[in-house]
């Protein structure tokens, strides 16, 4: 059923159902109280726009649902992998206005650097917050915010 999926949204499979791809690939959700989605980017060198929205949402949602279940029982606010899928890893930064920002991608990161990607976006999200024309809780459309989050994509995941 997994590979119907996975054909079904466009991707090939490689040995053993994994997904095989030369290129980096990330992808950056941040969400609200009541699991709205506030932001979202989607990071890749590759230059074949190929349609992952679905594999994404999927692959997020799960994570969403492992890290509600982390989040009470473990008081840390960096998590580096809450959910695995393939070769997708995903990390997540719980603020402490339990926003979750969740980061999938398929190469392996530093913690050192996951914390410090977290880090800085969290420093922006407080600034946008601060914006007295910005209401909480609301998607974030600013596309300077948006090119500030692809600059810390570049900065600290590798490629």
Not at 27 to 53: C, H, N, Q, V, W
Request: hydrophobic share 40%; charged share 25%.
């Amino acid at each position: 059923l997994k590979l119907q999926f996975l054909y079904l949204i466009g991707w090939g499979a490689g040995a053993g159902g994994r997904v095989r791809r030369t290129m980096p690939y990330a992808f950056f959700m941040m969400i609200g109280k009541g699991d709205s989605p506030i932001f979202e980017l989607e990071y890749s060198t590759d230059a074949s726009k190929e349609d992952r929205s679905q594999l994404k949402h999927f692959v997020l949602h799960a994570a969403l649902d492992n890290l509600d279940d982390v989040m009470w029982t473990n008081p840390a606010l960096f998590h580096k992998s809450i959910d695995r899928y393939n070769e997708f890893n995903v990390s997540a930064y719980i603020t402490p206005g339990y926003v979750r920002f969740l980061l999938m991608q398929d190469r392996e990161t530093s913690d050192s650097l996951l914390r410090h990607f977290f880090h800085d976006v969290y420093e922006l999200y407080v600034k946008i917050q601060m914006n007295p024309f910005y209401e909480n809780g609301t998607r974030i459309t600013s596309q300077m915010f948006r090119s500030r989050v692809l600059t810390l994509f570049k900065k600290y995941l590798p490629s």
